[in-house]
């Protein structure tokens, strides 16, 4: 019942507003917000639901084939959901403050709906023909919301940017989806593909085994990952997401869709425990991820760019655990069970939910109170005017930056304790280095926009946001600092994973990476009115952008003039304009045998009965013989 509810009030409630927004006006706001509450409370309850695998609503129906709107219910599917629903009734209510003078509040509220929607059936999907139906929504709605200021040409190519690069990672996951369909009897169930690769027909030593299928099974299933969570090399959507307004990039980078593709990785965790080269990817992209991402931020100026990046830079944390758990399993260690309600790579994904909440809708009070101001040095002195959005920016920065007890400190000594555990060093060190340049960046920001002199006016007038905005601070803030231990996280079926060997050494490494790149951050830019620090490729972003633009001027660009020219010359030319040439050449000359003129009829008929004589008395005579 409550399954229902979550699912389906949602797309109710985008459906009448996205169809009657006009007739509704207001009051499609407040249905839009009262919604996600009603979700919100309806999972509260059920959080403590049973285990089951349920259905929903039957969807197709072939023979003995049944692929339906199915809701599986555990400690992964009920932890995720409370995550979606409590962050998102979030920025529902903070959106009531930030979108109140925008024109068209009822689309923006009508495509928020249908977005929550869209991620509760991937949330609760019990198999991957659902998931993929929803993975696609999710893509619709994003697109939506991030191009919701339609007028602005950034707006309009932002969107198109994320959904076609999306499209990329989909087509990879269709294929995945179909290679696992043809191999399990058209049984695409989690359940029953979990049961098939751990002691069924597709298991590692099962007679007709094939590594190589498992393998690129498990890397197109990744693919889908790598466009929805932006790994590399289609992370560049991501950054350019931040055109949408604040609460959509709070919502798309916190815990809803970039988390999708992590979600959804640690589902089919069976998949990827099953091939150790599919694992060494994924390890590798996540590492490699997270690395560029981390340097990418160190230099970029825009207050949401930087916290853009810092997502980029996490969720490469969350798939480089889910590469290095699997990785551990297969080397057989204690306590690295993939499919473990304690992943590390879920237990992160919790508890970055909620900072990077809270750091997206503080940076959308900073932005909202310096009159849409983005640029970091065209702030200062923040903490003075906005005291509540500076003391909740400051606690979200060190949870992300994995200060001691607070909640990214527990969830990123997982993470790292599950690289340590996975036997490859680079993948430890990467992370440690990551750690130190999240340090970095992030109290980078905070100084820069917080402390010393305003440097605009915008600056020296902000005031403290609306009460409205600053609630759903407070309580993320709150969250932030408790949800990393088990008195919060257990009953949110967020289990925190056990500590492993070499916990000294990831302790040591976490802290010494904490300091030196905060440090090294305080030293730089207390006091700072400009960069000191100039690296072009960094603030560039590796120039991936440029490469990419050459790369389809170079490569569509000239296949479709090439495609063009054989058009020209074949379809229109050989094809088309052969035939009618022809033809209008033969009427022409036809048309010369019906001039009107009795006497050229006359003349024809005399020349038709010679030829005929002719035939008679002369040709078929000497055919005869």
């Known amino acids: 019942m409550h399954a229902s509810i979550i699912l389906l009030l949602p797309f109710f409630s985008a459906l009448l507003i996205l169809l009657g927004h006009r007739q509704l006006k207001g009051a499609s706001v407040l249905i839009s917000v009262g919604s996600s509450i009603i979700s919100f409370v309806a999972c509260l309850f059920f959080l403590a639901a049973d285990d089951d695998n349920r259905l929903l609503l039957p969807f197709i129906e072939v023979g003995t084939f049944n692929a339906g709107i199915d809701a599986l219910i555990d400690k992964q599917s009920r932890g995720m959901m409370f995550i979606v629903s409590f962050v998102g009734m979030l920025v529902h209510i903070f959106s009531l403050g930030y979108m109140k003078d925008d024109e068209s509040k009822p689309r923006f509220f009508g495509s928020l709906s249908l977005f929550m929607f869209s991620m509760t059936g991937i949330v609760l999907a019990g198999n991957l023909i659902m998931m993929f139906i929803f993975w696609e929504l999710v893509g619709l709605s994003s697109y939506l919301l991030i191009g919701h200021w339609y007028q602005k040409a950034s707006a309009a190519e932002a969107c198109k940017k994320a959904f076609l690069t999306n499209r990329i990672g989909d087509f990879g996951f269709m294929i995945g989806i179909l290679l696992l369909f043809g191999a399990n009897g058209g049984n695409v169930n989690l359940i029953d593909l979990e049961t098939a690769f751990t002691s069924g027909p597709l298991r590692p030593d099962a007679p007709g085994y094939s590594a190589g299928f498992t393998t690129a099974a498990a890397l197109c299933i990744f693919l889908g990952a790598v466009g929805k969570s932006a790994q590399f090399p289609l992370h560049v959507w991501l950054p350019d ?307 990419y633009a050459v790369i389809v001027r170079v490569c569509q660009d000239r296949v479709a003039w090439i495609v063009t020219a054989l058009e020209r010359v074949f379809v229109d030319g050989i094809v088309a304009r052969l035939p009618a040439a022809i033809i209008a050449r033969l009427g022409a000359a036809t048309r010369m045998l019906q001039g009107g003129h009795l006497q050229g009829y006359t003349f024809l008929l005399g020349g038709g009965v010679i030829a005929v004589v002719y035939l008679l008395v002369f040709v078929l005579p000497r055919l005869g013989h």
């Open 241 to 547: 997401a931040m055109e949408g307004p604040t609460p959509v990039s709070a919502l798309i980078h916190a815990a809803t869709m970039v988390a999708a593709g992590v979600y959804m990785l640690v589902r089919v965790s069976f998949l990827v425990t099953a091939s150790p080269l599919a694992a060494e990817i994924i390890a590798g992209i996540g590492c490699g991820t997270a690395l560029l991402a981390a340097l990418m931020a160190t230099q970029q100026n825009d207050i949401k760019r930087v916290l853009a990046y810092s997502t980029l830079s996490q969720l490469g944390y969350m798939v480089m655990a889910v590469g290095a758990v699997a990785m551990a399993a297969q080397h057989g260690h204690q306590g690295a069970h993939a499919a473990d309600p304690g992943h590390p790579a879920m237990f992160h994904l919790y508890t970055h939910a909620f900072f990077k909440a809270m750091l997206f809708l503080g940076s959308g009070a900073v932005i909202y109170a310096c009159h849409h101001e983005q640029d970091i040095w065209k702030m200062g002195g923040l903490r003075k005017h906005m005291p509540v959005t500076f003391w909740t920016f400051a606690i979200g920065t060190a949870a992300l930056m994995g200060v001691p007890f607070l909640s990214g400190f527990w969830s990123k000594e997982a993470v790292l304790g599950a690289a340590y555990d996975s036997g490859c060093k680079v993948l430890f060190l990467a992370g440690a280095a990551t750690a130190a340049l999240t340090a970095f960046y992030m109290t980078r920001l905070l100084i820069v926009a917080f402390f010393g002199k305003p440097r605009t006016d915008s600056a020296h007038h902000a005031t403290e946001a609306p009460m409205v905005m600053i609630l759903p601070l407070a309580i993320l803030a709150i969250f932030s600092v408790l949800s990393g231990y088990d008195v919060l996280a257990t009953p949110l079926q967020a289990m925190k994973p056990p500590h492993v060997e070499g916990h000294q050494t990831v302790l040591f490494a976490s802290l010494t990476a904490l300091i030196l790149g905060a440090g090294a951050a305080i030293y730089l830019y207390r006091g700072k009115d400009k960069d000191p620090v100039s690296i072009k490729l960094f603030a560039n972003k590796f120039y991936f952008d440029e490469i």
